[in-house]
């Protein structure tokens, strides 16, 4: 039986707990911002009201403190939003701890002052660059996992024993687990896929969205390539796979289909989805700096356009 904690109590990090625990390991959750979380943790029937069911009995959980931090675990798991990983970052930094961390976040972030691209890894690592970090992505709907839905996802680290060390105590029957050294790879796919969905959602029938779907690719193998990643992992479970769940059906995409009726980013938000985070018009905004003086707008039109639909808050000009 191994230690976990989970950082992160929203849809992900709870739905996580649940491979943890069926492994028999002891599994702790905590959550530093959201009062909803709190409540739903915290409440004698453990109710999760993002996941819409009832959390093991077994599953512990911890106010979150600088002491608890500083507990003795096998795993520390990032769930947070990626609002939430300069904070988390910030935590870490002092206690210096050796213990294997993995990140279930997906995002970048744009370094302004180095103008560079960050992945959360490389942002967690500018706080200690003795952190053992590895990252977990691919196709999963928190609400699927939790309820036991067979999901794989692939987890990456440079060292590929740290990666098995770290399925072996999570991966289950339902949860299977993948492994590569290419975190950069795996990091990029899983962030850009969420502004790719947002494209494909804008396709207005099921051949235009595979047109849209195809091209995705492309530019998505060029951008993982560019920030030095593998090729390989744009088909993988990161990529392809992961740009199938959110395409399908998932916030993105809706937003996608609002703008590929026509509307402006502001308006859909406002008409449709007001309560809603869409995860690609927030990386859109982290890396259009970046993207639009860095990257060859000719070889990603695509990404092009949807950042200028966003920013400026036009129509989109993408053929659908
Ligand atoms: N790796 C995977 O398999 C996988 C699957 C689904 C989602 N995700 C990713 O996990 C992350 C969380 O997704 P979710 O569905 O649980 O979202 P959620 O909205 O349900 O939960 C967000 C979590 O982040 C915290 N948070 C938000 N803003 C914060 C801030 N400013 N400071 C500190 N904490 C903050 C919230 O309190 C909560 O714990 C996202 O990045 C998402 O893309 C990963």
Redesign the pocket.
């Given at each position: 039986m191994k230690k976990i904690i989970i950082i992160?109590?929203?849809?992900?990090?709870?739905a996580f707990t649940i491979p943890c625990l069926e492994n028999n390991n002891n599994v702790t959750i905590t959550?530093?911002?959201?009062k909803r979380?709190i409540k739903d943790l915290s409440s004698k029937n453990k109710f999760h009201s993002?996941l819409n069911i009832r959390l093991p009995k077994n599953l512990k959980f911890r106010k979150f403190s600088r002491d608890l931090l500083k507990e003795q675990f096998d795993l520390v798991v990032i769930?947070?939003?990626?609002?939430?990983i300069d904070?988390?970052g910030k935590e870490l930094k002092n206690l210096k701890i050796k213990t294997p961390i993995l990140v279930?976040?997906?995002?970048l972030k744009y370094e302004k002052k180095i103008n560079k691209i960050l992945t959360i890894s490389e942002q967690l690592k500018k706080n200690y660059k003795g952190m053992n970090i590895s990252v977990?992505?691919?196709p999963?709907?928190?609400k699927e996992l939790a309820r036991k839905n067979q999901t794989s996802?692939v987890i990456a680290n440079k060292d590929i024993k740290v990666a098995k060390s770290i399925g072996k105590l999570i991966s289950t029957k339902y949860y299977l687990t993948e492994y590569t050294k290419d975190i950069i790879g795996v990091e990029v796919c899983?962030a850009i896929k969420n502004i790719y969905s947002m494209i494909i959602g804008a396709g207005q029938s099921l051949n235009a969205a595979s047109n849209l779907f195809q091209k995705s690719i492309i530019e998505m193998k060029y951008l993982t390539k560019y920030f030095k990643g593998k090729d390989e992992t744009t088909s993988g479970l990161a990529g392809v796979g992961d740009l199938y769940v959110s395409a399908a059906g998932g916030r993105n995409s809706k937003m996608g289909s609002y703008l590929g009726k026509g509307f402006t980013f502001k308006t859909a938000k406002k008409k449709f989805m007001s309560k809603d985070?869409v995860?690609g018009e927030q990386l859109a905004r982290e890396i259009a700096p970046f993207v639009f003086k860095k990257i060859d707008k000719k070889k990603i039109p695509l990404m092009i356009n949807l950042l200028k639909t966003i920013i400026g808050n036009k129509k989109l000009k993408i053929k659908v």
């Open positions: 992160g109590g929203g849809a992900m990090g709870s959550e530093p911002y959201s979380f993002a769930a947070l939003s990626l609002s939430g904070f988390i279930l976040t997906k995002g977990l992505k691919g999963c709907l928190a996802v899983s985070t995860e």
